[in-house]
T-cell receptor, first 113, second 116 residues
Framework: KAGVTQTPRYLIKTRGQQVTLSCSPI?????VSWYQQTPGQGLQFLFE???????NKGNFPGRFSGRQFSNSRSEMNVSTLELGDSALYLC????????????FGPGTRLTVL | AQSVTQLDSQVPVFEEAPVELRCNYS??????LFWYVQYPNQGLQLLLK??????LVESINGFEAEFNKSQTSFHLRKPSVHISDTAEYFC??????????????FGQGTTLQVKP
């Protein structure tokens, strides 16, 4: 069974630009969660999508948004990039039930210059 | 609100020595508990989890963790570490409520450095 895939793996943008990251969950998984990992703040929950609906949201500004498609693939978008948005963005998928073991992708390394 | 505290940011240890990585959590509701491992330039891999039942959980590569409800702890232990165990380890919790299953709260991580 294929794991969680994320594209692109590396991305370099400049301040003010916007970026879209993609995540394909494990087949059969209906929930996709996104996390931001930085040396200073560690791993922080961004949001979770389940059956195309945002089910949970972390404490991030509105510049961070996401969506989920009918095939469970998810995208997250960051608008008006700031230097502090440089991070590893991880997505994770689960079946969505009470056993919430999350399977993580390799991440997208975003660098904002 | 939930929070997780990993008490050591770095743990240096010699190969074949025992190790304990400490994790305490705070939550007003019942939680699931997890340990994840992250190798350089990779995503997170689940090491072990506590969902219910026996408070001692084990992984296939020799790690174990014990859920202590009274002390709100979930410390990770291994009796004999290998060089290949060098990585960053994250303790995490999630709410048991079915609507919150996709939200993990992580500790700051502990870097385990195994020396030869």
């Amino acid at each position: 069974k294929a794991g969680v895939t994320q594209t692109p793996r590396y991305l370099i943008k400049t301040r003010g630009q916007q970026v879209t990251l993609s995540c394909s969950p494990i087949s059969g998984h209906r929930s996709v969660s996104w996390y931001q990992q930085t040396p200073g703040q560690g791993l922080q929950f961004l949001f979770e999508y389940f059956s195309e609906t945002q089910r949970n949201k972390g404490n991030f500004p509105g510049r961070f948004s996401g969506r989920q498609f009918s095939n469970s693939r998810s995208e997250m978008n960051v608008s008006t990039l700031e230097l502090g948005d440089s991070a590893l963005y991880l997505c994770a998928s689960t079946r969505g039930g009470s056993n919430n073991e999350q399977f993580f992708g390799p991440g997208t390394r975003l660098t904002v210059l | 609100a939930q929070s997780v505290t990993q008490l050591d940011s770095q743990v240096p240890v010699f190969e074949e020595a025992p190790v304990e990585l400490r994790c305490n959590y705070s939550s007003s509701v019942s939680v699931y508990l997890f340990w994840y491992v992250q190798y350089p330039n990779q995503g997170l891999q689940l090491l072990l989890k506590y969902l219910s039942g026996s408070t001692l959980v084990e992984s296939i590569n020799g790690f174990e963790a014990e859920f202590n409800k009274s002390q709100t702890s979930f410390h990770l232990r291994k009796p004999s570490v290998h060089i290949s165990d060098t990585a960053e380890y994250f303790c995490a919790v999630s709410d048991r409520g079915s609507s919150n299953t996709g939200k993990l709260i992580f500790g700051q991580g502990t870097t385990l450095q195994v020396k030869p």
